[in-house]
């Protein structure tokens, strides 16, 4: 187990693996057999993880990196070109290739979830264990009803600016804002225990974490492929958890499609918690994860 000091001076110190065009910036903790920690966004560095990644760190070695063009995986270009989720599922392959590792375990939360499906199912030889917490969908027509859910948990008020903010006449005339703004109005969705909502809405909104060009277009890349993994699993061997919150604003729909999918996946809900479960129910979380890994 990694002391205090040692995990201190982890937050610091990076390393880089190459990946075709940038080197992609990673952090160690802890020691064992080692888990690759994915974290949601898209456009977010791995920082607001660095907490995640000092509890799974534990019990196990734990590699937190920063996707591409987020944190410390500068580019130079933003692009339609620099930024798919294709490249980033092969910034993923050369990370491991980098550290040795001829099989790794996964644990994708929220995006990260649909970030590890995609690498698992172009690398399924490669994945030992697959974990998918508060995940987004198996394709993109969930994630469109996870849209609907969201309105459906707002009051009147929240709706209100919320419809706003996501009007094509703000997204237009000010992109940035309208993102912050909507990540603001439901920033309480996303837990259910209510005393957390100021450090998500400091996590969520704060564009030294969070940068909304790369969001957009690693969305745009998955809308230009047909992001659709729902019959991609047929032939998956790697253990597979999914964990999510009874109360995620995503819908049960998400967790239920994909545990459908993968054959063999085990699916825990945790009741009273929502799309972090680790604030929500950490003991419920981690036991899991440890039991599961074990």
């Known amino acids: 187990m990694a002391s205090k000091k040692e995990l201190d001076v982890n937050l610091k110190n990076y390393n880089y693996a190459q990946s075709n065009d940038l080197k992609i910036a990673y952090r160690i903790f802890g020691e064992g057999e080692p888990l690759i920690v994915i974290n949601g966004g898209p456009g977010r560095s791995s920082d607001t993880f660095v907490d995640l990644a000092k509890i799974l760190s534990e019990k196990r070695k734990v590699i937190l990196f920063d996707q591409r063009g987020t944190g410390k995986s500068k580019l130079e270009l933003l692009n339609n070109k620099t930024i798919t989720l294709n490249l980033m599922v092969e910034d993923l392959e050369s990370l491991r290739k980098h550290m040795g590792l001829n099989k790794i375990s996964i644990l ?11 690498y698992a199912t172009k690398y399924p030889d490669k994945v030992r264990h697959l974990i998918l917490s508060a995940s987004g969908s198996i394709d993109l027509k969930q994630m469109n009803q996870a849209t609907i859910n ?78 659709d993994l729902t019959n991609s699993f047929k032939n998956f061997k790697a253990s597979t958890l999914i964990i999510d919150g009874e109360e995620d604003f995503l819908g049960k729909e998400i967790p239920n499609e994909i ?23 950490p003991k419920e979380y981690f036991a899991l994860i440890n039991t599961f890994l074990r």
């Open 108 to 118: 994708g939360h929220s995006f990260g979830g649909m970030y590890a499906m995609a």
């Open 150 to 227: 969201i309105k459906s948990k707002l009051n009147k008020e929240e709706l209100k600016e919320y419809l706003f903010w996501t009007s094509e006449e703000q997204r237009n005339k000010n992109p940035i804002k309208a993102k912050l703004e909507v990540l603001r109005i439901t920033a309480h969705l996303y837990v259910f225990q209510q005393k957390f909502v100021p450090e998500i809405k400091k996590s969520l909104s704060n564009l030294e974490y969070y940068d909304p060009q790369i969001n957009q277009l690693v969305w745009e890349s998955m809308s230009k492929a047909k992001f």
């Open 259 to 281: 545990h459908k999918s993968i054959p063999g996946s085990q699916l825990e809900i945790l009741k009273e918690c929502s799309h972090y479960p680790w604030l929500d129910k």
